[in-house]
């Protein structure tokens, strides 16, 4: 059966500090890859999004990147964190046509 | 616009009574239609989902959804919550599964 892995499950760090969440997902070949962010009382903010090796799509303009180095390996970097960076990050796979599946989540938080 | 709608942002329910959480949606055409459910501090399961045939559909842990295309709803139902149900819920709709629009969720409370 597929699982998805995301690490780690919390993270602080300081205001201007880098960021690296990776996320990796076993079990299936080529999925469909999502990191979103959820606000403390709020819906999922869709992130990015990637269909395939080196392939990324980008919803929301900021200072996060988001790479796919393998094919089930997908990983969320900044290399100056804000304090609005705060927030649960949560990676997502799905199959084509397929219903996303989620990772336990990273609560960030920034000093 | 595309947009989803969970009119409302807290539900209480007595534990074993019935639950009914609502979601609206805007879409150009008929959607895929998903519930997820999410513990604090955890990530998001699927409840279910609807992609086309049978529009009652069943998902897991007793819950149903019933898709209205004349309403544009997708209402979650549970004939008898536990208390083990308290949690947040999420309606998302999407042409692609990775273009989901997302509602804001519902919280279910469960009193005793």
């Known amino acids: 059966s597929q699982t998805i892995h995301q690490w780690p499950a919390t993270l602080v760090q300081p205001v201007g500090s880098p960021l690296s969440l990776e996320c990796t997902v076993e079990g299936t070949s080529n999925p469909n890859l999502y990191w979103y962010r959820q606000a403390a009382g709020r819906g999922l903010q869709l992130l990015f999004y990637?269909?395939?090796?080196?392939?990324i799509s980008s919803e929301v303009p900021q200072n996060l990147s988001a790479s796919r180095p393998q094919d089930r390996q997908f990983i969320l970097s900044s290399k100056k964190l804000l304090l609005s960076d705060s927030g649960f990050y949560l990676c997502?796979?799905?199959?084509?046509?397929?219903?996303?599946?989620f990772g336990d989540g990273t609560r960030l938080s920034i000093l | 616009a595309q947009s989803v709608t969970q009119p409302d942002i807290h539900i209480t329910v007595s534990e074993g009574a019935s639950l009914e959480l609502r979601c609206n949606y805007s879409y150009g055409a008929t959607p895929y239609l998903f519930w997820y459910v999410q513990s604090p501090g955890q990530g998001l399961q699927l409840l279910l989902k609807y992609f086309s045939g049978d529009t009652l559909v069943q998902g897991i842990k007793g819950f149903e959804a019933e898709f209205k295309r004349s309403q544009s709803s997708f209402n979650l139902r549970k004939p008898s919550v536990h208390w083990s149900d308290a949690a947040e819920y999420f309606c998302a709709v999407g042409a692609r599964n990775y273009q989901l629009i997302w509602g804001a969720g519902t919280k279910l409370i469960i009193k005793p």
């Open positions: 990637s269909v395939g090796i080196g392939q």
């Open positions: 997502a796979w799905s199959g084509t046509n397929q219903p996303q599946h």
